[in-house]
């Protein structure tokens, strides 16, 4: 799925715009606007990972249907920058394909785009953090979505490469930010200190993005990535080693249903690491909170486990009522709710028009507090579910090399 630097590109091509269907579906609806921003980026941005295999099969990712996702995002609502990356296949060129054919309709002024670099797949020998690694990524990512700057670009999934300081590697990482803080690496001694090659790496790809910031390639300068307790050591260092903060830090699957840290984690993030905006990605825990996730998400078998009991048991509760809110529904509306209260823009994969709409129309049920009254019955029973299986607020294994 993932083409290395120096492999021959695919193609993805469209037929000319006046084909490509635009019916009343495709239309902006009155009244049905997200138009929040939250810093520089709107409340909700685009994940275009299911622009990808990840998510979705090649015959939906080839047609029209990611222009139209696209078109509909920017059309009728505020959801004007997409995330993509070179590890999620063919997305930058799915997205940059249907951006350059709405050109005359949305100038590339109009939105934001947002990559990654460093990651290309699952093995050490697909990871380049180097200089040059950094900058030739950069310039197959300007290709691919016919622009010639990126809004922000992400050293992607630092966990892989930045050497491990943790007394553990699943469960439940708060004490990071407590009683654990010196095991961590995260005491006030321990902001500067580089652990070993895996922390030059990470640093030196900061610096491989920030001399292209410099050429104004590159506007915003960041880390993505898992867990939290890495992120922040990783931008505090960036802090003390560099003397500048990171402009933004993204994580995923953390402010969900099943896993809330993130909103403990962020002011550390914002207070010790100075900064300047944080993200925070996937409400549906990369699938996780749906009926089918995917095959090779890497939760544990016993989280896993618990979300279809939760789901079984929700849908039991609600029976056949057409007006009660499904599982996935909930965990939408639960991430806005507590991404709104804690200022956080979130990234959100939406693969199809149905999709788009639905968004816009449960961030504005949480944004004017109109959300019905038993949603948040549904939500506490989930809650004290997901505590009773001792999975709440719990971790995956850290991901790390195939």
Known sequence: MVERLDAPQPVYPLPPIEQIPDDEIDRAEAGKQ?????????????????????????????????????RLALRCTAIDAFDTSPYYGPSEIILGNALKALENEFPRSSYQLITKCGRF??????FDLTRAGVRTSVARSLSRLHTDYLDVVYVHDIEFIADVRAPRTVGNHLPALG????????????AGQ?????????????????????EGIVKKVGI???????????AILVLH???RPLDIVMSYSHLNLQNRTFEAFKPALLERAAVK???SASPFSMGLLTPKPPAWHPASDEIKEAVTKAIAMHNERIGGGSTSPTFSELALGYAFGQALKAHTPTVVGLSRIEDVYTCARIWQQVESGNLPTEWETHVEAITR???????????WENPSFS
């Open 34 to 70: 997200i138009v929040t921003r939250i810093g520089e980026l709107p409340a909700v941005v685009l994940g275009a990972a299911s622009f990808s295999p990840l998510y979705n099969t090649d015959d939906h990712i080839s047609g029209t249907n990611p222009l139209r996702v696209t």
């Open 121 to 126: 797949g699952n093995t050490r020998a697909d």
């Open 179 to 190: 009683s654990e803080r010196e095991a961590y690496g995260l005491e006030e001694y321990q």
């Open 194 to 214: 580089v652990l070993g090659e895996g922390d030059q790496e990470v640093l030196s790809a900061i610096e491989a993005l920030r001399e292209l910031q410099g």
């Open 224 to 234: 993505s990535g898992y867990p939290l307790p890495t992120l922040l050591r990783i």
């Open 241 to 243: 080693t560099t003397g």
């Open 277 to 279: 905006q944080v993200v």
């Open 385 to 395: 579910f997901f505590e009773a299986e001792n999975v709440l607020d719990r971790c």
